[in-house]
């Protein structure tokens, strides 16, 4: 057989990878001042409030309801333009260039969770929106010991992901995500997703958001 019918070639042009689900995680810099004024807003909140906690997906912890982003401080408002930018961004990256311009409303729910030892998220998905997503304020102290104490794990969403054989690829099952200050995470909301328990001291605060993304009509 001629070596010129096996000849050598660059993988990279002839891959696609299809059925992609989009993630974005972004560690916002500088910030420390905005995590201290919204750890500070959300725990007087919960002292306020700590009877009314709404239930979704925690066992244990507390919650706000869900208005969070029409709170009227001005951490809000720049947690707000954050999210914002992130879905800005994103949407740039993944419509078609239909040779118009389009435009884009943003419209997000969002609410404060507060969890310390022992509590967790249970296996969930977002209904309703399009994206959800996370931003992490502070990590609390949780103890090094415990494998994947107080993370975030996303699920992969192919029923037959355990097939592959190969470890250690792109192509894993299990993503963990850790609570570093300031990391802004969206994902589709459709990807399930969890909270491993917490197991540490202090508080481990966060805030979910959901979004829904409109198209102006022309």
């Known amino acids: 057989m001629a070596e010129d019918q ?4 660059d993988i990279r042009k002839s891959l696609s990878m299809v059925f992609a689900t989009p993630l974005v ?20 909140k919960e ?4 009877k009314n906690s709404i239930k979704r997906s925690n066992s244990g912890g507390w919650q706000s309801a869900g208005n969070f982003i029409t709170w009227k ?3 809000v408002n720049v947690f707000r333009e954050r999210i914002e930018s992130v879905v800005s961004k994103l949407l740039q990256e993944l419509i078609r260039d239909l ?3 389009r435009s884009f409303k943003i419209l997000i729910d969002s609410w404060a969770n507060v969890n310390r030892n022992g509590d967790y998220n249970i296996v969930h998905t977002h209904p ?10 502070t990590p609390g102290q949780p103890d090094s010991t415990v494998p994947h104490g107080g993370l975030l794990e996303l699920l992969d969403p192919r029923e037959a992901a355990n ?3 190969v470890q250690n690829t792109v192509l894993d099952a299990r993503n963990f995500y850790d609570n570093v200050p300031g990391r802004m995470l969206l994902w589709p909301s459709w990807v399930k997703h969890m909270v491993h328990p917490f197991v540490g001291e202090g508080e481990r605060i966060s805030i979910a958001f ?5 198209e102006d009509s022309r």
Not at 32 to 40: H, M
Not at 47 to 50: A, K, L, N, P, R
Not at 130 to 137: C, H, N, R, T
């Open 6 to 9: 096996v000849a050598d070639f």
């Open 25 to 44: 995680v972004h560690d916002w810099p500088n910030s420390e001042p905005l995590n201290s004024e919204l750890r500070e807003l959300i725990l007087g």
């Open 47 to 50: 002292s306020e409030d700590g």
């Open 73 to 75: 401080q001005s951490c």
């Open 99 to 101: 040779g118009t311009d």
């Open 128 to 137: 309703n929106c399009m994206y959800s997503g996370v931003y992490y304020v």
């Open 163 to 165: 097939f592959i054989q």
């Open 210 to 214: 959901n979004v829904n993304v409109i």
